[in-house]
């Protein structure tokens, strides 16, 4: 009995019910997909603009003005790339829209299955005209139903851009609120924990941000070189859907196979668009993150990719981007509780 007490009284179990305060409540908001979603994108936002924040408070002026001044000056940068890249873009999805009618598709997957056919003897045309047909009905009900949800995930991330504002304009009051609450012999455990998951948090969600953009940026060029028609909007794609652990390099890729084939007639360009991605992925695995990362991410290959099949399970493809912050945040919580209850002396046991 007297050792059931001392467990309880223990360094372990302090820094499990620490942890669990922590890991809890995400758990349970993640339930809530839309709620978590939007405090995601609006905390993803907050560590993102806080050091311009900070930077222009630091000059004298008031926080919820530099917090104005920073959507403002965003906003108007934001509205000059729509100004400059829309008639682009709009022209490149039109034309996308207009080389996937109904009369072109038809015309290309007969002579698609026909060329199939002849280098696959076995294989005949009318059987392999029916699948691909299927096949592409069924892409495209499952693109429907990913742009429906799409359109409904913008509708819902409305109300982002006021959630940032307020946590941004009142983020170091939330955390002194934070650590008032807590009892003094904890107070600079709590302190030393809240820095470093914040430390590490901004430094992800920068690193993420800037290696999509990088790697947007060399998809673009690639396609543009290879001939692929509407570069520019395949490497947005490339670039957005590489914050996908794993599978988003190739999910980037099916678009521009499409492309592709109905660009070219025949498979002639898939040999190197598997060459591109393969490609772009070791340039960024290489040389992207290590420069952008540099060592922020002391996670095992193996553990990494667990906590992203964990993710996957849980939330889909949103666990998988979500995975490995969450695990940074608790594996942050236990580790600086572990260290903090034993170098201050908060339990002897």
Avoid at 164 to 171: G, K, N, P, R
Wanted: glycine content about 6%; overall charge neutral.
């Amino acid at each position: 009995m007297k050792d059931d007490n001392n467990f309880f009284r223990s360094r372990q179990w302090k820094v499990f019910l620490i942890t669990m305060a922590i890991a809890l409540p995400i758990f349970v908001f993640s339930t809530f997909k839309d709620l978590f979603l939007i405090l995601v994108v609006s905390f993803t936002l907050t560590f993102i603009l806080k050091p311009l924040v900070d930077y222009i408070e630091n000059l004298g002026a008031v926080r919820w003005i530099a917090v104005l001044l920073v959507f403002v000056g965003l906003g108007s940068i934001a509205v000059l790339g729509v100004v400059m890249l829309f008639p682009v873009i709009s022209s490149q999805v039109a034309q996308i829209s207009s080389a996937f009618s109904k009369d072109r598709l038809s015309i290309m997957l007969n002579d698609l299955s026909i060329q199939i056919s002849h280098q696959v003897p076995f294989l005949k045309s009318e059987a392999v005209r029916e699948q691909m047909n299927n096949s592409l009905v069924q892409f495209g009900e499952s693109a429907g139903s990913a742009l429906s949800s799409l359109l409904g995930t913008a509708a819902t991330l409305a109300i982002v851009p006021f959630i940032t504002f307020f946590l941004l304009s009142d983020y170091y009051n939330m955390q002194k609120s934070l650590i008032r609450n807590m009892p003094n012999k904890y107070f600079e455990m709590s302190l030393n924990i809240i820095y470093k998951i914040e430390d590490q948090l901004s430094k992800y969600i920068r690193g993420t941000v800037t290696e999509s953009a990088i790697v947007g940026i060399i998809y673009a060029i690639c396609y543009f070189f290879l001939g692929i028609n509407y570069a520019t909007v395949l490497g947005l794609i490339g670039g957005f859907t590489n914050v996908i652990p794993f599978a988003g390099p190739f999910i980037g890729a099916i678009p521009v196979i499409l492309i592709s084939i109905v660009q070219c007639g025949n498979l002639s360009m898939l040999p190197w668009i598997v060459l591109v991605t393969i490609g772009v992925q070791q340039v960024d695995q290489m040389f992207v993150q290590p420069a952008v990362f540099s060592k922020i991410m002391n996670i095992h290959p193996l553990t990494m990719f667990l906590v992203i099949l964990i993710g996957n399970e849980t939330l889909g493809v949103m666990g998988m981007v979500l995975a490995i912050p969450i695990y940074t945040v608790i594996l942050v919580t236990a580790t600086e509780t572990n260290w903090g209850l034993k170098n201050y002396k908060i339990t002897q046991v």
